[in-house]
């Protein structure tokens, strides 16, 4: 992720409200990370508040670059290298991706979006198949997709698809491969 530590886009602001924190403890969770960042800065000389993903994993991203000397390197491409993901595409016709929800965070170098990203440069088709896809990134998302799929709609309730995931997503995946297939 490239979020910075602290701010509109740090840590507690972007990630804060999906793990469920009110707008008061977002903005006390950011607080806390700011003196953090001031207290690190004094410290090591290192200013982590507005520096290129110091807001991953909750600011281990920051703690790494800082008492670490690590580097950011986005984790879905050092898994993909790891797993030798690029080598693999030359032989697949078509790659399935998907998540909990697809947002426009989504963009910030999530899953999703790496193996879009090495599906495209490979020319490979790459269809997203998530719980729930987010109607207003669409017009962001849809650039890196060949198709984008939601659970959640349609036929299928939120609480449905919470209530019985791996029978709701197969009952989508399979409705998704006919359709592709028969173009």
Known sequence: MENPLV????????FGPQK??????VEKLDANLRNYADIVERQTGIALHDRKGAGAAGGAGGAMQAFFGGQMQRGIDV?????????????VDLILTGE??????TLSGKTPL??????QKAGKPVILVSGMVDAASLPLLKPYFTEIHSVVGEDVTAKQSI???????KLKTKKIMTAYLKN
Not at 79 to 91: C, N, P, R, S, Y
Not at 114 to 119: C, D, F, N, R
């Open 163 to 169: 209530a019985e995931p791996y029978h709701q997503l």
């Open 79 to 91: 898994v993909l290298d790891a797993i030798l993901f690029h080598q693999h595409l030359g032989t």
């Open 100 to 105: 909990g929800k697809t947002d426009s965070q």
């Open 20 to 25: 469920g924190a009110s707008k008061e403890a």
């Open 114 to 119: 790496g193996i879009a990203e090495a599906a």
């Open 7 to 14: 701010g509109s886009n740090g840590a507690s602001a972007v």
